[in-house]
């Protein structure tokens, strides 16, 4: 993972983070091995700061690409 990957996960929002979660095709590069862990960690670490702000992220992204 470089330092330019770890800042944009650093610096997207939970939504952000979410929707490429759900969305992103097989192989993107941002869930590969390298950096699917910290991804995870951070995507985890976020939805804990604001748990209701989260439900309404999911909410709006929905499941439908």
């Given at each position: 993972?470089?330092?330019?990957?770890?800042?944009?996960?650093?610096?997207?929002?939970?939504e952000?983070?979410?929707?490429?979660?759900?969305?992103?095709?097989p192989?993107?590069?941002?869930?590969?091995?390298?950096?699917?862990?910290?991804?995870?960690?951070?995507?985890?670490?976020?939805?804990?700061?604001?748990?209701?702000?989260?439900?309404?992220?999911?909410?709006?992204?929905?499941w439908?690409?």
């Open positions: 993972m470089t330092d330019e990957d770890k800042a944009w996960i650093d610096n997207a929002s939970y952000t983070l979410l929707r490429r979660w759900r969305f992103s095709p192989g993107d590069w941002m869930l590969q091995v390298d950096t699917l862990d910290y991804y995870a960690k951070i995507l985890a670490a976020k939805r804990s700061e604001n748990p209701g702000d989260a439900v309404r992220a999911s909410k709006t992204i929905g439908d690409s």
